[in-house]
C-alpha cells in the first residue's frame, strides 16, 4: 500500500512569512500533483511534476519533486490571507487511482 | 472546456432514507469518474471509481453503491443512510496518463 505523508498537518503564519510544507513517501511515483482546497469547494489542481529533481514555480509558489521520486515540497515566498487553504499532494502511479496525503491546513493571517 | 456539475449542495437527511447524488461532465468524453469523501475537511477517502460505462470498483466496503448509466454521468447512492455517511462528497474526473484529477464543488450531506 502506497502512503503519503504531509507535515506539517496544520500551519499558522502571519502574512509576509516564508513557509515550506512537505509530502513524503516510501514509494516511487511517476508524477506527483498538488492542490488547494478552500473551505466548502473542492481541491483545485495547482501543478503536476514528473520527473526527479523538477522544480516548478507558479508566482509566488515553488514545487519541488524528488531526485528519487519518492518526495516532493511545496515552497511559499511572502505567504497572503489569499494563500489560506488545505493543502494536498497526491501520488499517480500509472493506474487510474491517485494516492492522496491528508493534508497540511495553512492559516495566514493579515 | 470541461466543466464537471455535482447536486445537490447540500443536503440533509434522516438516517435509513435512501440518498443520491449525481455528477455529471461536459466537454470530455470517455473520462475516468471518481467519488470521494472528506471528513473535517482533511484527507480525501476513494470511495468508488470508474474507467467506463457500468464498469465499477469499490474501494471501500460500506452501504454505498455507485453507478455510471452514461458515459458522463456518475451515480452515487445508498438505500439507508447511516449517521457516519455524514461528510463532504466530492466527484472528480481525469483523461490524463498521468493522473491529474479534476473535482466538482462538492456535496455537503448531513445525515440527522
Given at each position: 500500500t502506497?502512503?503519503?505523508e504531509q507535515s506539517p498537518q496544520f500551519l499558522s503564519i502571519q502574512e509576509g512569512e516564508n513557509l515550506t510544507v512537505y509530502c513524503n513517501s516510501s514509494s516511487v511515483f511517476s508524477s506527483l500533483q498538488w492542490y488547494r482546497q478552500e473551505p466548502g469547494e473542492g481541491p483545485v489542481l495547482l501543478v503536476t511534476v514528473v520527473t526527479g529533481g523538477e522544480v516548478k514555480k507558479l508566482k509566488r509558489l515553488t514545487f519541488q519533486f524528488g531526485d528519487a521520486r519518492k518526495d516532493s515540497s511545496l515552497h511559499i515566498t511572502a505567504a497572503q490571507p489569499g494563500d489560506t487553504g488545505l493543502y494536498l499532494c497526491a501520488g499517480g502511479s500509472g493506474y487510474s487511482t491517485l494516492t492522496f496525503g491528508k493534508g497540511t491546513m495553512l492559516l495566514v493571517s493579515p | 472546456s470541461q466543466t464537471i456539475h455535482q447536486w445537490p449542495a447540500t443536503l440533509v437527511q434522516p438516517v435509513?432514507?435512501?440518498?443520491?447524488?449525481?455528477?455529471?461532465?461536459e466537454g470530455t468524453s470517455n473520462p475516468n469518474l471518481y467519488w470521494y469523501r472528506q471528513a473535517a475537511g482533511r484527507g480525501l477517502q476513494l470511495l468508488f471509481y470508474s474507467v467506463g460505462i457500468g464498469q465499477i470498483s469499490s474501494e471501500v466496503p460500506q452501504n454505498l453503491s455507485a453507478s455510471r448509466p452514461q458515459d458522463r454521468q456518475f451515480i452515487?447512492?445508498?438505500k439507508k443512510l447511516l449517521l457516519s455517511d455524514s461528510g463532504f462528497y466530492l466527484c472528480a474526473w481525469s483523461r490524463s496518463s498521468r493522473g491529474e484529477q479534476y473535482f466538482g464543488p462538492g456535496t455537503r450531506l448531513t445525515v440527522t
Open positions: 502506497q502512503l503519503l | 435509513g432514507s435512501p440518498l443520491s447524488l449525481e455528477c455529471t461532465v452515487l447512492s445508498s
